[in-house]
């Protein structure tokens, strides 16, 4: 069951934080989603049924923060990311450290895993915070400016459909070009006429694949 309750405090503003404890007790590692440009209040329900779909494959603990509250926002198009970026990236990595206090959380073994936005976050903090032990990218890719200044990264799955027309799979081949030239152990998997959202099949064979490469890097 997701709990509502936690919530952590960034840039002093409150962050609502959706978890799933895992199970059995004991210390497991953790994986932080992170959402997309819509934000949770128009796609809530995607991302807890993502969630706990993803806690069932992999018995981690899962972590939804609600990183628009840093901002005010509740949906972003490319105008808000440029003037909030930063600030979500803060606001994410404090979201590490609220999941390493968590009493059932390895705290050396945090992963981040984004959608589209979330996915260009997750893969930002990944180039620049050491605490991430692994990234999995759903839709999104690197930013000019991390991909032109960022030295390693973690072990990274990068998902993405050859048919996206909000991010197109250029992005996604930047990423891996990016991560071979750093030798970054990764993996990469396009879907044959996917766009930005995958269907039911194909979202179950991408969510098996992240929770594989998960296990093997964290």
Known sequence: MIATDPHFISGGKKIRT?????????????VILLHGSRGMR?????????????????????????YFDSTGTQWADESVYEAHFTAWMKTIADS??????????DPSRIALVGLSLGGYLAVSLGATDPRVKAVVEFFGGIPDVIAETAKSMPPTL??????????????????????QARRVKHEIDIFTGQGHRFDPMT?????EKSAEFLARHL
Request: aromatic share 8%; no cysteine; proline share 8%.
């Open 18 to 30: 959706e978890i799933i404890d895992a199970q059995p007790p004991g210390l497991h590692p953790a």
């Open 42 to 66: 128009y796609s809530h329900e995607r991302y807890q049924l993502m969630a706990e779909a993803f806690s069932a494959a992999s018995g981690y603990a899962m972590l939804i923060p609600h």
């Open 96 to 105: 590490i450290a609220f999941a390493q206090s968590r009493p059932n959380v």
């Open 158 to 179: 990068i998902l993405h459909g050859d048919a996206d027309s909000r991010v197109p799979v250029s992005e996604a081949r930047k990423l891996e070009s990016f991560l």
């Open 203 to 207: 979202a179950s064979k991408a969510l």
